[in-house]
């Protein structure tokens, strides 16, 4: 259970998940806003279908760590975390009591990057939204990286753990994008993934990108992820005092508004 303001108590089905619905869409994560092995039945599903099995953001290879995370609706879940973390501790309140300074091997200093993570639900689209800020006062070079996939099971199944129809997912990597294509004779779902207005490079199931953030930059990027038939991230920074960067991926079945 968890106590909110005003009094109130939020109890949670299973304390080990965050999820969120909207119509035919539901969303299903760790308590680290991700979508990966380590929670079985997480994923996006979209009418009972998950076409993400794996969404998850690192930062020059790394998991961002988790500070904080809340769901303030029914169609959004949240989380914050910093990058990178301390590897040795200093003492104190913020275990850096002995003033001095430590970076990672790619040069950022130890907990420099706020790192804010949202998913919010559409009726056939959901969206993932990554806020990277610098919070040093060097700048920093960083890769930021999306790592997605699909099996494209059932609810039913992604539950049970058994699967009661299976296929080759086949991913194709072009610049800038992804296909998965489900090669299954009677199920030909497919998700195409977009990405524009950057460098992106697209291998393996990923999508990263490089970017550099002078204090006080900000860098968003989000994904769209639906029952798909198209995707398209896309990039827009701006050489403002706040920067700002915002690919997405979208994804939305025959029929749908873009």
């Keep these: 259970m968890t106590s909110r ?6 109890a949670h089905v299973r304390p080990d998940q965050r999820y969120a619905w909207c119509g035919p869409s539901l969303l299903v994560t760790t308590l680290r806003g991700e ?5 079985p039945s997480s994923g996006y599903y979209f009418r009972e279908t998950r076409y993400r099995r794996t969404l998850r953001l690192r930062v020059n290879g790394t998991a961002p760590w988790p500070c904080a995370e809340g769901v303030s609706s029914h169609d959004a879940v949240s989380v914050v975390g910093v990058y990178p973390e301390l590897t040795r501790f200093g003492g104190g309140g913020t275990d850096v009591s002995d003033d001095v300074t430590r ?5 950022g200093a130890r907990r420099a990057i706020d790192v804010r993570l949202q998913h919010r639900l559409q009726p056939h689209v959901l969206r993932s939204t990554a806020t990277l800020a610098n919070r040093s006062a060097a700048r920093v070079r960083l890769e930021p990286e999306w790592e997605v996939d699909a099996d494209f099971a059932d609810l039913q199944e992604a539950f049970s753990g058994e699967r009661q129809q299976s296929a080759p997912v086949e991913v194709t990597s072009q610049p800038g994008g992804l296909t998965l ?8 779902l497919t998700t195409e993934v977009r990405a524009d207005g950057a460098d992106w490079r697209a291998r393996d199931g990923r999508l990263g990108a490089t970017v550099e953030l002078g204090p006080p930059t900000r860098s968003r990027r ?3 992820a639906g029952s798909p038939s198209w995707c398209t991230p896309c ?12 690919p997405s991926i979208r994804c939305s079945p025959p029929g749908c508004p873009r």
């Design 181 to 188: 294509q489900y090669r299954h004779a009677q199920l030909p």
């Design 222 to 224: 989000g994904t769209r």
């Design 235 to 246: 990039w827009d920074c701006s050489r403002r005092r706040r920067s700002r960067s915002s």
């Design 35 to 39: 979508c990966d092995e380590t929670e």
């Design 5 to 10: 303001a005003g009094g109130g108590v939020t």
């Design 103 to 107: 970076s990672d091997r790619f040069g």
